[in-house]
């Protein structure tokens, strides 16, 4: 069995999600640099750790977090969006 790893920064324990295949030194979870050391969730992740990476606070932080949580939990289905995008594009030339 697989050893609890702990969020350094919610404390709550790192639980793989089904689409994720991302893996460290046989580790779940995200570097929390420059937050913290350790690692952490995919919520603190895409809450705390990106949005002070790239120097946000406020709203335009959470919303940015909100947007990038919900994409890592649910993954776009690129391939029909390249399909949608085509179908518009082959729409457009027949205009």
Same mark, same amino acid.
């Given at each position: 069995?697989?050893?609890?790893?702990?969020?350094?920064?919610?404390?709550?324990?790192?639980?793989?999600?089904?689409?994720?295949?991302?893996?460290?030194?046989?580790?779940?979870?995200?570097?929390?640099?420059?937050?913290?050391?350790? %690692?952490?969730?995919?919520?603190?992740?895409?809450?705390?750790?990106?949005? @002070? %990476?790239?120097?946000?606070?406020? @709203? @335009? @932080?959470?919303?940015?977090?909100?947007?990038?949580?919900?994409?890592?939990?649910?993954?776009?289905?690129?391939?029909?969006?390249?399909?949608?995008?085509?179908?518009?594009?082959?729409?457009?030339?027949?205009?």
């Amino acid at each position: 069995m697989e050893e609890k790893i702990e969020c350094s920064i919610c404390l709550k324990p790192i639980e793989p999600h089904p689409n994720d295949t991302r893996q460290w030194g046989g580790m779940y979870g995200n570097n929390p640099d420059p937050i913290t050391k350790g %690692r952490c969730c995919d919520t603190c992740d895409c809450l705390i750790v990106i949005p @002070a %990476r790239l120097g946000m606070q406020g @709203a @335009a @932080a959470i919303e940015l977090g909100q947007v990038m949580l919900t994409n890592r939990i649910n993954p776009p289905d690129f391939e029909k969006i390249k399909k949608d995008l085509i179908d518009i594009k082959l729409k457009k030339e027949e205009e």
